[in-house]
């Protein structure tokens, strides 16, 4: 409640968007029984105050008798097909509001025939061309509208769809009844609401991406790299997608506990999580000190496991949830200079399985996506990334490594419906690397003699500030 102070800009600065400005009109409508066409929109919607100032006028226009006697505004229905023995062109707007309520997800009474989609509504452009790829199918229209025809109205693709349908309809009489047309595509994480953490860069952010264009609204953590993150955000946001910034160490309990109440603020529920963010020393073993240790373990374990617990009600509210946790294939064999996060990982992969058994009385599975080393930007951190990447693919069976687009495949496999008897389980990905003998030694260029002194190390052993951040 503390940050929804009076004059705090609604989108801008609270990160409330569009469609769910149009909900909280709607309910305002609603409890203070204002017309659908006369809640605020645009400037009057963007900080707490306007609105209260729009609201404040209508009342003061209105008779004390008419006040709260209006029933609720309907939820959008589903469209009806399109009936062969009806008329095509019959209830033709409320068919053209049902979809775009179903496509935004905005309150069917919102949409009024003749407010403008863009302007007042805040639908843009992309979203426009959604709602009319989804009409052009549902009303059998041959072809959707050129760009260049700005249909800036419910009411002008009204318009536009009845002399369509006027002129295709007398062909159609003459014809057997059409098939009905194929259900929308309908994105398979539509309505789901995703947490990722350490999502500004790497591999956080690909799947972050990835949950986005598959429908699901993304809340999107940094802590490190907080502009990374915001341009995440910008970045799914600008592609069509839904998404919000959530800044904060998964390391630290005041920041979980602020996220969090921000994740049930703003949706009310959860449905993944996936606990990307990770932190721990890259470099020879005889260099981990007690403090990276402690900043792995309290990053990877402690961070997974908060988070897992703090998702818990929230995901249990809404029938259950699905979590993926990271690991690495190299917490079950050795690699050079991975010690601090092969051990830790290799905790992370306990933990999977009991909050595996812990978490599915609410109806919540928990798995582990165990990557090996992955094309980007950590790999390149190394100071011989070229050779060892070159060594990694020839001991790899089919000669490549993975790329984070492989881990996001496989996080968003284990996420949805497909694998719902998946549970506990730990999924390598890797392109077979771990299971070769060659690649995971050091070579002998990078050796350091075992039994040589402590602390004597070639150059390229030397990579210990990599991963060394404060949390
Ligand atoms: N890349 C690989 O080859 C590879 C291989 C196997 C497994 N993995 C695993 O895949 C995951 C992603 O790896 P990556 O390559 O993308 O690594 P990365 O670039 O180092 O990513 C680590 C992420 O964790 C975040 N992070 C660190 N401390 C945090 C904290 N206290 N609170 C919140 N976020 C924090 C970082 O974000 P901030 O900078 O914003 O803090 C960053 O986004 C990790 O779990 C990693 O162990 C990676």
Redesign the pocket.
Known sequence: MDILTADAQLEDELGIDSVKLAEIAAVVGREFNIPPDRLPRGAQARTLSAMADVVARLLADTQPAAVATTPPAPVAAPVPPVSSAGSPVEDLEARVRAVFARVTRYPEALLTPEADLEDELGIDSVKQAEVMAVLVKELGLTDAPQPSQRLRTISTICEMARARLAVAAPVREDRAPRPSPPPPAVLPFAGKVAFV????????KVIAARLASAGATVVV??????D??ERTVQEIVAAGGKAFHAW????QEEHLDRMFASIEAQFGGLDFLVC????GLIGPFDRITPRDWDKAFR??IT?TYECALRARPLMARRGGGSIVT????MSQRYMHDLGC?GVV?AGVESLTRYLAAELAPDGIRTNCVS????H????GMFPDAASRVARWESATPGGEICT?ED?ADVTELLLGPKTRRVNGAIWVVDAGLSGTVDGLLPGASETRRPGGPRGSHSREHDVRAL?A?D?
């Open positions: 953490t350490g999502a500004g860069k790497g591999i956080g953590n940094s802590f490190h790299s907080r990374e993150g904060g160490s998964v390391a990307n963010a990770s932190n990053t990877c961070g990271m690991s690495t294939s996060q990982k990557a090996g080393p992955v980007g930007e950590l790999l984070a881990v991963l951040l949390s």
